[in-house]
């Protein structure tokens, strides 16, 4: 990593660097047993290049969060900013990876990660030229033609992964992505998704229950507590990678995030 990209990486919390921006975002839900304060006063951000992860307990409103980011959900305050622009609704510039693969099973891997109105107006070789490479990036180089029903999990979410950077987005949006696959096949895609950051230089911002995928990735941790859903602090993890969850220092960083959210 050069210095330049290092410093780039020390990330702001309300720099006018910033890739995304959160600010003042609240989200209530009209709940069969009353309104639910899913967001209350969120405020954060990206800057160009970083990995943020934000982790909580379940139903502190990471999924929420993650919609109205990814302009799936109107939030009921406040705005979210990408590259300075107010996001509305969907987004090609955003990639966005969920817990559920979302593939559609009648197309091969290639032919999933090259769906898009965009694609439709490239050149169809230099798109499968482009698939291919995007395939390769995620270690599916072979496995072009394959369905998803002939993939394993972590093999869908490879796929889901490449598909959302067909785009080249702007930013790398992933909600749980690691969450259905067993604990080997979990880390392997943690290493792999921390070589395509370094690779590409992607901004990703990753919500997780895992207090330990957030320590192992992230520049910074958002840390959120629930009812009503909001940030209890955001802590800097000053660890080099790659990180092992053996070391002492990566101990110490763990224990205080789950400290935080306990
Ligand atoms: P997380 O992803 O952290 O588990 P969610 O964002 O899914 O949290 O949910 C946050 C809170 O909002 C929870 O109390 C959940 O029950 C509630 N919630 C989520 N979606 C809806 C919805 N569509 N209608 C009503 N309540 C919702
Ligand atoms: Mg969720």
């Not at 970083?50 to 799936?72: M, N, Y």
């Not at 966005?96 to 290639?110: D, G, H, I, N, S």
């Not at 997780?208 to 958002?222: F, I, S």
């Given at each position: 990593?050069?210095?330049?990209?290092?410093?780039?990486?020390?990330?702001?919390?309300?720099?006018?660097?910033?890739?995304?921006?959160?600010?003042?975002?609240?989200?209530?839900?009209?709940?069969?047993?009353?309104?639910?304060?899913?967001?209350?006063?969120?405020?954060?951000?990206?800057?160009?290049?970083?990995?943020?992860?934000?982790?909580?307990?379940?139903?502190?409103?990471?999924?929420?969060?993650?919609?109205?980011?990814?302009?799936?959900?109107?939030?009921?305050?406040?705005?979210?900013?990408?590259?300075?622009?107010?996001?509305?609704?969907?987004?090609s510039?955003?990639?966005?990876?969920?817990?559920?693969?979302?593939?559609?099973?009648?197309?091969?891997?290639?032919?999933?990660?090259?769906?898009g109105p965009d694609h439709?107006e490239?050149?169809?070789?230099?798109?499968?030229?482009?698939?291919?490479?995007?395939?390769?990036?995620?270690?599916?180089?072979?496995?072009?033609?394959?369905?998803?029903?002939?993939?394993?999990?972590?093999?869908?979410?490879?796929?889901?992964?490449?598909?959302?950077?067909?785009m080249?987005?702007?930013?790398?949006?992933?909600?749980?992505?690691?969450?259905?696959?067993?604990?080997?096949?979990?880390?392997?895609?943690?290493?792999?998704?921390?070589?395509?950051?370094?690779?590409?230089?992607?901004?990703?911002?990753?919500?997780?229950?895992?207090?330990?995928?957030?320590?192992?990735?992230?520049?910074?941790?958002?840390?959120?507590?629930?009812?009503?859903?909001?940030?209890?602090?955001?802590?800097?993890?000053?660890?080099?990678?790659?990180?092992?969850?053996?070391?002492?220092?990566?101990?110490?960083?763990?224990?205080?995030?789950?400290?935080?959210?306990?």
């Open positions: 990593m050069s210095g330049e990209d290092a410093t780039s990486r020390m990330g702001s919390s309300t720099g006018d660097d910033a890739r995304v921006a959160v600010q003042g975002v609240s989200k209530r839900y009209d709940g069969a047993q009353g309104p639910v304060r899913a967001l209350s006063n969120i405020n954060f951000s990206v800057a160009n290049g970083e990995f943020v992860c934000v982790v909580g307990p379940s139903g502190c409103g990471k999924t929420t969060l993650f919609r109205v980011i990814a302009g799936l959900e109107e939030s009921t305050e406040g705005r979210v900013l990408l590259d300075g622009k107010m996001i509305n609704g969907p987004t510039d955003l990639g966005l990876v969920f817990q559920e693969y979302y593939l559609f099973p009648w197309l091969t891997a290639a032919e999933n990660v090259g769906f439709a490239t050149a169809a070789d230099e798109r499968d030229a482009r698939v291919q490479e995007l395939l390769n990036l995620v270690g599916l180089g072979g496995s072009a033609d394959s369905y998803p029903r002939d993939l394993s999990g972590g093999m869908k979410q490879r796929v889901s992964l490449a598909r959302a950077l067909a080249d987005p702007g930013l790398l949006l992933m909600d749980e992505p690691f969450g259905a696959v067993d604990a080997q096949t979990k880390r392997m895609l943690q290493d792999e998704l921390l070589d395509i950051w370094q690779e590409t230089g992607k901004t990703i911002l990753l919500v997780t229950h895992d207090v330990a995928e957030a320590v192992r990735l992230a520049d910074r941790v958002v840390v959120m507590a629930a009812d009503p859903g909001r940030i209890r602090t955001v802590v800097d993890v000053d660890l080099p990678r790659p990180r092992t969850r053996t070391d002492e220092t990566f101990g110490a960083v763990y224990e205080r995030v789950l400290g935080l959210i306990n």
